[in-house]
């Protein structure tokens, strides 16, 4: 088994359509080209860093320095798009039950079954 398979099939057993996933802002280049972002969700025990189990199932990589996820790209909500991409990695031929209303219609499409929230 692949590492990003490995790691899909982790983020299954924790994730579930409907689920909010945290992102937390760790570092912006200096050109304003590039982020570091943390992914994690909330737990019992609070927020659970889950960043390079994201990494390895979007074969993505990890910043060394700042502890998060390397997003390059500008101009809209880097945090949403690396949690899009996410459930599109993870559901990729939609979800088995709608998991809310998008433009008044049932939504399965993996990208929005999980809800972003910045920390």
């Not at 599109?88 to 088995?96: D, Y």
């Amino acid at each position: 088994m692949k590492k990003n398979e490995r790691a899909v099939s982790r983020l299954l057993e924790v994730l579930k359509p409907g689920d909010i996933v945290w992102t937390a802002l760790e570092h912006v280049a200096r050109s304003g080209l590039s982020r570091v972002i943390q992914v994690k969700i909330l737990r019992e025990g609070g927020l659970q860093d889950i960043s390079s189990l994201v990494a390895d199932a979007l074969d993505m990589h990890i910043d060394p320095r700042h502890g998060g996820i390397r997003v390059s790209g500008c101009g809209m909500d880097m945090g949403f798009s690396l949690v899009y991409e996410l459930g599109m990695v993870l559901w990729p031929n939609g979800t088995p039950e709608p998991h809310g209303m998008r433009n008044g219609e049932p939504d399965r499409i993996g990208g929005y079954a999980l809800k972003q929230r910045w920390v």
